[in-house]
């Protein structure tokens, strides 16, 4: 077994309402005098009347270019240097945060992060997913540094699209499926991977108990107990995952089906966490697991979260070619088992999973 590393969080986590009245203070403690504010147009309108009015703290805002991209991560880590910023704070969704992240590793600032949705673990995990400038995707970079800061107002999230935090429900939910079948079949697992395996567990069961009651009350825009176990399951159960498991616990079939999808180009209207609950399914079909993809599809149908590429209106002419993407030697579906998964494998569950009459029902 290879070395574990351990990042199992930020430095601090807050969730709760009025948090980022707490802001200034928070940048204070850690000598932060200058920021640079990073977020995107709609993550600001969203933000801004919940974002604190800075005495002591200089604050220059820049909007993003809309990708994940090496280019843009380097855009924006010059701008921090340039300024001679203490820190970059990242306002809105994950791929804001993943440059944020990435710049501050860049430039070797302190990272804050302001979540404007609960669609992934992004604002959690030390890492951030790489794109091109046309939004296919390329690979991860994992920091040898957690988050600093990490604050959810969860008034913020709860006024957020609802699609969006159906679309984290379908992320979190991978997060147990993806893990359990690195992490169960290791015989005297290490305690960091007992901490993965039990936190992915809990990432599933807090969906099923919790996920329609949310996402009923999200819809009347109420901050519900329900509500706020989602949200909190979503970033910080769902980034335990992987800080704990390391790579045992990050990905395996349903992200590879994912960054497969990137190859379609109607696949980027598509949620990432739709997509990768698309790959759920798809993962367990590959696993033989055709009476888990059962159980799920009622709790999917509930949510509204996709399970076929119809739904997703990515048209089924893209099968070979997502499945080719989808594993290249670089992927994580090869996790699976111990020989490789080939692109046919994939394209036959892909067309299994889409002539089902268990989708139709």
Known sequence: MEDIIVRGAPAEYVCKVDVLSELEGKLSVRGIQKVLLLTGAKSWEAARYYFPNMKDVEVVREFYNGECSLAEISRVATLAKTLDADAIIGVGGGKVLDVVKAATHESATQSILIPTLASNCAPWTPLS???TEEGVMTHYDVYPMSVDLLLVEPRILVESPVSMLIAGIGDTLAKWYEADVQIGGITNPPVALK???????????????HAEEAVSDAKEARVSGAFVKVIESIIMLGGMVGGYGDKYGRIAGAHSIHNGMTIAPESHKALHGDKVAYGILVQLILEGKESEVEKLLPFYKKLGLPVSLQELHIPTKWIEEIAVQSTRLVESIHQLRSEPITA???????????SSQLVEQ
């Open 129 to 131: 997913v790489i794109y």
């Open 195 to 209: 901490v993965a395996h039990y936190t992915a567990r809990l990432c599933a069961d807090e969906m099923f108990a």
């Open 344 to 354: 046919n494998e994939v394209a036959t569950a892909m067309r299994q999973l889409e």
